[in-house]
């Protein structure tokens, strides 16, 4: 007698997964307005909304509602928690310091162009002090401490190394500091309790 063939399992289908639908934010209890493109408060970026709701925006994460009118309102833009690095001279670490201010100057509301203006600040900051402080010895480390407010971003470099005269000059004739004088609105250079050097830097998100 032949063996009678097992009938083949139905495939079971798994759920969808369900879309999180725009905006992300508890419900609002009010029927959706019209679609709005609105100007961040904090960014000044134009951004495109699907109707009432609340919203973040994408570049720096301020937050935002649209009510049934399209009206926008801005909430107040959370304060982001001081950074701390300790880093060497060596170039991967500069460039590595490089990218992360951009992204952090970026998110604090800066436009591109300042973004740029503070990376190559930061750069060149960096450079100075692993070569007038520490003749570019890549064992040696400095500290940089980074924090943002609702319209600045502070940069504190501290190093061990030799002292540093605000005014050096390369013997190209360079200033070694001319970027960052022309770029920041603070530039201060002064001496660690015990010896090396602290370079404070700040820099105003002015419309």
């Not at 000044?44 to 009432?52: E, K, M, P, R, S």
């Not at 960096?126 to 500290?143: F, R």
């Amino acid at each position: 007698k032949a063996a009678t063939p097992e009938p083949t399992p139905k495939p079971v289908s798994a759920p969808a997964a369900q879309p999180i639908a725009q905006p992300v934010a508890k419900p609002i209890e009010t029927p959706p307005g019209p679609a709005a493109t609105v100007t961040c408060q904090t960014c000044a970026t134009q951004l495109d909304t699907q109707g009432a709701g609340a919203y973040v925006c994408p570049r720096c994460l301020a937050t935002f509602s649209i009510g049934s009118d399209g009206a926008a309102s801005f909430l107040p833009r959370p304060k982001f928690v001081p950074v701390q690095l300790s880093l060497t001279p060596a170039p991967e670490c500069v460039d590595g310091l490089y990218a992360f201010v951009g992204s952090l100057a970026q998110k604090a509301g800066f436009p591109r162009d300042r973004v740029m203006a503070i990376q190559g600040v930061v750069k060149e900051t960096a450079n100075a002090i692993g070569e007038l402080a520490y003749a570019n010895n890549p064992q040696c480390v400095y500290h940089v401490s980074m924090a943002v407010a609702d319209s600045s971003i502070s940069i504190t470099f501290s190093d061990t190394g030799k002292k540093i005269d605000p005014a050096a000059v390369s013997p190209a004739g360079k200033e070694y500091f001319g970027i960052t004088r022309r770029t920041m609105d603070a530039f201060k250079i002064t001496q660690g309790p015990r010896g090396g050097n602290v370079v404070s830097l700040v820099k105003e998100n002015k419309p």
